[in-house]
């Protein structure tokens, strides 16, 4: 079994759609998690990171957390073509297990 | 100035070559890391290493060889390049693995084509 589940995409939204990315992870003892933010062709980037059970918001980004579900989420509000790429989840364990990634398309 | 900075960018080589990729951090990190994304665009680490020393080490054909020369940088030596070698390997770094908060940064990768 996959450590981290991400819902699979593509993901196509409509710009000023709210994006919603789904994951899931196996370890119940996991304690924090990332979602990082990969453009084509370039390196990972932090987008946030939760470690509490509830949301954590960050301008457009919301994170989600529900330990009890062994569930993550990030909404994207207010949806730009800037923000179309792939969104890796990660489970933070003295290394990062990531997500397969969902590939989000905002269209314009 | 770059944060996490890795050589070369590309890396194009035959079947049966040895190749090395070199990494350096200048954020004062303890922590460095190695890990490599497949076609698929799966990330997955490789190696971890704490101020020299080696603390991660995944299940990585022995081929792969690590080396720390101080907490600034990590390289990766490759012997006996194998076509399924073909991927994109990062380099990064942070300062508390382990921690809730802990945050690796990313280096731009080497994208390394086995012909």
């Known amino acids: 079994q996959k450590e981290v589940e991400q819902n699979s995409g593509p993901l196509s939204v409509p710009e000023g759609a709210i994006a919603s990315l789904n994951c899931t992870y196996s370890?119940?003892?996991?304690?924090?998690f990332f979602w990082y933010r990969q453009y084509s062709g370039k390196s990972p980037e932090l987008i946030m990171f939760?470690?509490?059970?509830g949301d954590k918001e960050d301008g457009r980004f919301t994170a989600q957390l529900n330990k009890a579900s062994q569930y993550v989420s990030l909404l994207i509000r207010d949806s730009q073509p800037s923000d179309s790429a792939t969104y890796l989840c990660?489970?933070?364990?003295?290394?990062?297990?990531f997500g397969a990634g969902t590939t989000v398309t905002v269209r314009a | 100035d770059t944060a996490v900075s890795q050589t070369p960018k590309y890396l194009v080589t035959q079947m049966g070559n040895d190749k090395s990729i070199k990494c350096e951090q200048n954020?004062?990190?303890?922590?460095m890391y190695w890990y490599k994304q497949d076609s698929k665009k799966f990330l997955k680490i490789m190696f971890s290493?704490?101020?020299?020393?080696?603390?991660i080490n995944e299940t990585v054909p022995n081929r792969f060889s690590p080396k720390s020369p101080d907490k600034a940088h990590l390289n990766l030596h490759i012997n006996s390049l194998e076509l399924g070698d073909s991927a994109v390997y990062f380099c990064?770094?942070?300062?508390?693995?382990?921690?809730?908060?802990?945050?690796?940064?990313f280096g731009p990768g080497t994208r390394l084509t086995v012909l």
């Open positions: 990064a770094s942070s300062q508390v693995p382990g921690a809730d908060t802990d945050t690796q940064y």
């Open positions: 370890d119940r003892g996991s304690q924090s």
């Open positions: 939760i470690y509490s059970n």
């Open positions: 990660a489970v933070n364990d003295y290394k990062l297990s």
């Open positions: 954020l004062g990190h303890d922590t």
């Open positions: 290493y704490n101020n020299k020393e080696l603390i």
